[in-house]
Each structure stands twice: as C-alpha cells, then as structure tokens.
C-alpha cells in the first residue's frame, strides 16, 4: 500500500512538473489576437514589475507575476535590459524572461538628418536609443577611436555619416560612433578620395568643405555651384566669409546673426580668417560631400539667399550688392 502510494505522489509529481514546463515554457503566455507582433520599450531604469504589467496590459502575458517570479528565479530583477521588443503570440514566460533577461530582440530605426553637429546628434541617440547624451558626445571626442579610424582631428565632427540606421536599444556609443564612421567612408570612397586630391583637398579638408556646403543650402541643384564659390574664393585668396561658420564659433547663440558677431575670435570665423576653417562644422551629407570634390564649372565669388530658399549668385562685388538689393526690394514688397 505504501509503495503504491509513493507511486501515486511520484506520478503526480511527475506530471504537475510536466505541466508546470508546459505552462511556462511551451504554451504561449499571453492572449495577444492577431500575427501582428507586439512592441515594448523597456526604459533605462525601468523596473522588472513595471515592464511585466505593461506586458500584462498588453496582452503579452497573463500574469505578470508569474514573469516577475521566473525572472527572479533563472537571474535578477536587476539584469533586465533596456530596449525595444517585439513580442508574437506564441512567446512563452520562459523565451520572455530570458529575453529581458539577454536584452533587446530587435534593433531600433534611427535616422540622423544631414548638417546636424555630433552634440546635437547626441540628442536623438538619448530620444531614440535611451544612450546618455554626454557619453556619446565622449565618444566623438575618444582619441583612442579617432587613432583607430586614422582621423587626425579632436572629435567625430564630419564623419559622423547621416543616414538611416538599425541599433540595438542601449548600445554602447562607442559602438554608435564607430556604425556611422564605417558608414562615412563607404561613401567616401576611393573615387572620391582621388577627386578632393584633383581640386586640391585631403580627406579633412573636402569634409570641412561639405559641411560649409550643407549648412548653407539645402538645395541639391545649388550645392555644387556653391562648391565653386568657396573653391574660386580659396584659390583668389579671400576670405570665404561663411556664416555657418560663424554660428559654429558661437554654439550658445539663439538668434539670428548680428554684425558684431562676424567680429568673433575663432579659427572658424571665416570673415576673420582666411581659408578653410579648422575642421567640419556639420556631419555633411553625400550629396554634399560630391559636390565639395565636384565644384561646378562657375566664375562665381558671391552669393546671397534669395529669400525663396535658394540664392542669387554673381562674379563681382557689384553684381553681388545690386542682388542684395534686389532681395531687399522683394522683402518689403512681400510685407
């Protein structure tokens, strides 16, 4: 009697552990409708009860006890990654607890617009990614990162490659840093090192030269012909008086340009100092980057925004202060 007894109490055992991993392991946790597949951002700092009632909320579990108890069981509440998510139907508690625990599933689309600065990138990658701004902006600055992509500079600043990207929620920044540099020099390729050596330009110089090119327009018919503007002004020896440039020596400044702002001591104030400024003042985009090694076949030494977007460009100092002029005249006509 009593060894059918042990029997019995193995047998139930048995089978209570059977279904014990079934319902934690195979059977899906939660009673999401549909194929579409759920998403979740787990915050920097976020805690593990937080993130499993939002996942109860959403259908993704059941109990979010019973996650917060599997979590606590196979690591810790404190292991649980930040990131971003996806969760199906069929996830069961365990695949979920060990996700949270080994961190994000799926990477996070990031798209950094042309003629951002890599302070104001640092921005998005906080908004986006949950990276501390301040450690990215240390990671533009590494030198030991800047000597491994043979940068001779003090910082990123240019090579940070505007685009779309796909980063894991929380990365390291170094790591950002180093994606979008990669991506920097497969559009700046062989050809197009030879082209900035055909007009005179290193590597660091035609980036610097982008950057001017992509600060002051956003047309893409325009940026080569202001490409030959600075090159005819750099090759005539005058000043490229560049606003943008300006605006870059003056990084608090929150409002428009005034004269004696052009006065600003700085190796970026180019109405103070000739040629090119000491490095890029924006990540340039590629179309701004070709036409710094492709100036158009202009004589122009001028040029002012037309008010429309665009600008009125000229050969001489004459032709230049009748279209300035002629765009004042259209001002006052528009008010």
């Known amino acids: 009697m009593t060894r059918k007894i042990l029997l019995t109490l193995i047998l139930i055992t048995a089978i209570a552990i059977a279904f014990g991993w079934y319902y934690l392991a195979v059977a899906p946790a939660g009673s999401i ?34 996650l917060v108890g599997l979590v606590s069981v196979i690591g810790s509440p404190n292991e649980v990654k930040a990131g971003r998510y996806d969760f199906s139907k069929d996830n069961s508690y365990l695949t979920i607890a060990r996700l949270l625990l080994k961190g994000s ?14 302070k104001q990138m640092a921005g998005i990658v906080y908004r986006r990614l949950s990276v501390d701004s301040t450690a990215f902006v240390r990671a533009c600055e590494n030198d030991s990162l800047l000597k491994q992509f043979n940068i001779d500079a003090d910082n990123f600043e240019g090579y940070l490659f505007p685009d779309t990207y796909y980063i894991y929620f929380g990365s390291e920044p170094e790591k950002i840093v180093g994606i ?23 590597i660091h110089e035609a ?3 982008a950057s001017l090119i992509e600060k002051e327009t956003g047309l893409k018919d325009e940026r080569r012909t202001i490409s030959a503007v600075f090159h005819n002004r750099l090759r005539k020896g005058m000043k490229l008086q560049c606003d943008p440039t ?18 600003v001591d700085s190796p970026y104030n180019t109405y103070r100092y000739y040629g090119l400024p000491p490095g890029p003042i924006a990540n340039p985009g590629q179309r701004s980057l070709e036409a710094a090694v492709n100036p158009a076949d202009v004589d122009y030494l001028y040029f002012v925004a037309s008010g429309d977007g665009g600008h009125l460009f000229a050969e001489t100092n004459r032709q230049h202060n009748n279209n300035r002029i002629k765009v004042k005249r259209q001002m006052r006509e528009k008010r």
């Open 33 to 66: 409708e549909g194929d579409k597949d759920v998403i979740i951002i787990a915050n920097k700092g976020e805690t593990l009860i937080s993130i499993a009632q939002r996942l109860q909320e959403q259908s993704i579990i059941d109990n979010s006890k019973i």
């Open 105 to 118: 599933n799926s990477p996070v689309r990031v798209t950094f617009p042309e003629g951002l600065t890599y």
């Open 180 to 202: 979008m540099v990669e991506r920097f020099f497969e559009v700046f390729d062989g050809e197009m090192v030879k082209r900035a050596e055909a007009v005179g330009f290193n």
């Open 207 to 209: 980036v610097t030269m």
């Open 246 to 263: 300006v605006i870059y020596a003056l990084p608090n400044l929150n409002r428009p340009l005034w004269i004696k702002d052009l006065a």
